[in-house]
């Protein structure tokens, strides 16, 4: 049987950039383990080559637990990268490649999990559901959106979900702490537009789209949006006074989180809304003024606050910019305290005597937000062991994406204690 290690390096080697050709040759190896371990996976398509794997494994009890993941990976340009970013290389004891933490490396936890039962003649507790999805870099739609909407019957009976981003070791201190991810930031994916008269560039303008955009670009970018603290959070909070001895100011937070380093990441972005101005296009000629110009913002909000959110980005954009979503997604929060928060906390703390599990909030967005709408409540949990001094949130989407060998194996024994 392939270690994880190893199924880890074969899955980077498939290049699923997206935008790109697809991930079909990825989903076709996992598909091909699945097959050969004797279960029967379901194989399709939202379109050509956007390559979905389902598989459902019996357990003790028919109340499912959904272990997704994803098989796209963002661009990697080779010319920046210590190494090609779709080797899949081991070098120093660490997996290298685009998609090593999101997120190939958690997939292949998942599959040396299952595989490893499987050999072994082991039942799980519960009904596992696998999904290995297309699309997550983007909106979802030819991956997670579609599963939930044309194969919605694939998931019957699943009542909570598994998948990134959290579970993964932040050292500080002394200390060990476990992010376990109960909620997530919604997604406001906006093109906003001002409108114009056209004219020459060397006259006065009458009505320039252009500048009229700049301001108010100028005005989102600028904007402190205000510290609003979700349950949740407070609760991630109560958590990180306790374990380092040292209470946090809850009226001073931005330089609470710089005074806490790697901890204060934890909460960093997720104690506010936020909105940043990422793409632009306007004009076609230098001596020409056009008659409109856009932009694209990337809009996140916390749980329950997407109507403040927008409020205030309408009041920042002013009455003479139109927006239209490219992506809105809710802001999906799962139960905290609860049972099942507790068993992935025992998973961990059986693994590593020395964790500290915490509540958390991803600043970002995951599949999880397509299964909340089929009701399934979703958890940030992907275990990881790391080294202190690996940037974990700087892997992500960044270059020398790269995960340690042990800390895979750390998170396939994590994964099968609480699966069995």
Known sequence: MKSVAEICSDLIRFDTTNPGSGERPAAEYVATLLADAGLEPVVFESAPRRTTVVARIDGDSSDALLVHGHLDVVPADPAEWRMH???????????YGRGAVDMKGSCAMTLATVLGLAARGVRPKRDLVLAFLADEEATGDYGSRHAVTEHRELFD?????????????????????????VGERGTAWMKVTAHGVAGHGSRPAVDNPVATLAHALSRVASHQWPVRLTPSVAALLDSLSEITGQPIDLDRLDAEAERLGALGSLFRGQIRNSANPTMLEAGYKVNVVPSSAGAHVDGRYLPGLQEEFLATIDELLGPKITREFVNLEDAPATPYPSPFFDSLAAALVAEDPQARPVPYVMAGGTDAKSFARIGIEGYGFAPLMLR???????????????????GLEFGTRVLTRLLT
Not at 85 to 95: H, K, Y
Not at 388 to 406: A, N, Q, S, T, W
Request: net charge negative.
């Open 85 to 95: 970013p779709f080797s899949g290389e081991i070098v120093d004891g660490c997996v």
């Open 157 to 181: 009976g699943v009542t909570e979900a598994i998948s990134e981003s959290g579970g993964f070791s932040v050292a500080a201190g002394g200390h060990r702490v476990y992010p376990i991810a």
């Open 388 to 406: 202190p001094d690996l940037d974990y949130f700087g892997m992500f989407h960044g270059k020398d994406e790269r995960v340690p060998v042990e």
